[in-house]
């Protein structure tokens, strides 16, 4: 991996920077990333210029961006990267860092998606699809929303009624653990 081209003191006091453990310094704009993302169309920046936009500094500009919310976390941007930059673990970094400093989210739904999500795993081990409908129905008010479609993958037997509680202990335990470990920062 090449070493990374000396900045100037003005590009070097980017906070998000330090946040986030990847060196963005490394990319050399090749749009690989952002020729492969698969919502790129949906973004307000690529990839490659979030990049460029955090290690210029613009910070603001980024946390306020719809980009790293709409990101899938494929990690096709990881794959196709010449330079070996985590691509999705910046987004997931820079998502951290809106979520910690209570910043509101440039794609409401993605938080309240991700959010509930998380919610979801820590309480049942796994994805129980049934309460992240409900749960994300009553957080957007949309309860109509998707109707049909739902309908048709419960009685394709795609979405069950019980949850999976199967491992949820070793799950919180996990859970457990990482707050001790930020706590421990």
């Known amino acids: ?17 330090g946040l986030i453990p990847e060196n963005v310094q490394l990319c050399f704009q090749c749009q690989k990333c952002a020729s492969g993302c698969p919502v790129a169309y949906a973004m307000d920046y ?6 460029r936009m955090i290690l210029l500094g613009m910070d603001e ?15 096709t941007c990881t794959t196709r990267c010449p330079q070996g ?13 809106a979520i910690a400093e209570g910043r509101r ?5 993605a938080l309240a998606f991700y959010k509930t999500g998380v919610m979801n795993i820590r ?27 739902g309908m048709k993958m419960f009685f394709k037997g795609k979405i069950k009624i019980l949850p999976p509680f199967k491992g949820s202990s070793e799950v919180r ?5 990482v707050k001790e470990k930020e706590r421990g920062k």
Not at 124 to 149: A, N, P, S, W
């Open 1 to 17: 991996m090449a070493s990374p081209i000396p900045m100037s003191e003005a590009l070097v006091s980017s906070r998000l920077r």
């Open 46 to 51: 690529t990839p490659p210029q979030l990049l």
């Open 61 to 75: 500009e980024v946390l306020g961006a719809k980009t790293p919310w709409l990101c899938a976390s494929c990690e």
């Open 85 to 97: 930059i985590d691509i999705a673990r910046v987004m997931d970094g820079v998502r951290q860092v």
């Open 105 to 109: 989210s440039a794609v409401p739904r």
């Open 123 to 149: 309480t049942f081990g796994r994805m129980y699809e049934l309460g992240l409908i409900g749960m994300l129905k009553f957080k957007t008010r949309e309860f109509t929303k998707d109707m049909r479609l």
């Open 173 to 177: 335990k996990i859970f457990s653990r």
